[in-house]
């Protein structure tokens, strides 16, 4: 059974058009992950939560914001996507304990900006 | 800055050849060590993992990795290759002082029967 689904798997959107990608996980988690992986780069940290703690890393542009309103469920919203934006889009959650790093990874969202 | 470089961007092997994949990171402190494996049209999974103790790790599948802190590397490797095998092979590393996974740019794997 998938622990860490995301919606939509595959997303159109216009240039400019606000997106909203969502992840929720069955693990109970308390730490949540968002990595942009554009074609054949290293997936790279947007942002993450411990918790409801929100820690943006310094380089994430303002484009992208996300929401977390309880433990399951994590949002990322790209407010005004440009061609740039398009890639694959991974949520992923581990249990914060002594700095294992395990990550369980979603199947990603493709996102596709015209 | 901290990087996981990944020497091969694309293998191509025959079945029954042996594999090595390697990696290398720059930090200069404790790190945990991670390869991921992401199947065609799957989710990144975890292949193995080192965080202390014997360098040599096993994983699933019959894939190992060895640690050599002098070298800063984290190699992978597999006596022989199977078809199935193909997919994308991710190193990562966390930084002992942070929770944050940091990618290599991936290899492809490319396996023919």
């Known amino acids: 059974d998938a622990m860490v689904i995301q919606n939509p798997r595959y997303q159109v959107t216009q240039f400019g058009k606000p997106v909203t990608l969502s992840c929720s996980q069955t693990l109970n988690h308390n730490v949540m992950y968002w990595y942009q992986q554009k074609s054949s780069q290293a997936p790279k940290l947007l942002f993450h939560?411990?918790?409801?703690?929100?820690?943006n890393e310094a380089d994430t542009p303002d484009n992208f914001q996300s929401r977390r309103p309880n433990t399951s469920f994590c949002f990322l919203d790209i407010r005004s996507p440009g061609l740039g934006d398009a890639a694959m889009y991974l949520c992923a959650t581990s249990i914060y304990a002594g700095n294992t790093g395990e990550l369980f990874f979603g199947e990603g969202s493709r996102l596709t900006v015209l | 800055a901290q990087s996981v470089s990944q020497h091969n961007h694309h293998v191509i092997l025959s079945e029954a050849a042996s594999l090595e994949l390697g990696c290398n990171y720059s930090?200069?402190?404790?790190?945990?060590l991670f390869w991921y494996v992401q199947y065609p049209g799957q989710h990144l999974q975890l292949l193995l993992k080192y965080f202390s103790g014997d360098p040599l790790v096993k994983g699933i599948k019959g894939f190992e990795a060895e640690f050599i802190k002098s070298k800063f590397s984290f190699n992978l490797r597999k006596p022989s290759v199977q078809w199935s095998d193909t997919a994308e092979y991710f190193c990562a590393v966390t930084p002992r002082d942070t929770d944050k996974l940091i990618f290599g740019t991936g290899t492809r794997l490319q396996v023919f029967p």
């Open positions: 930090y200069g402190g404790t790190v945990n």
């Open positions: 939560y411990y918790d409801k703690d929100f820690n």
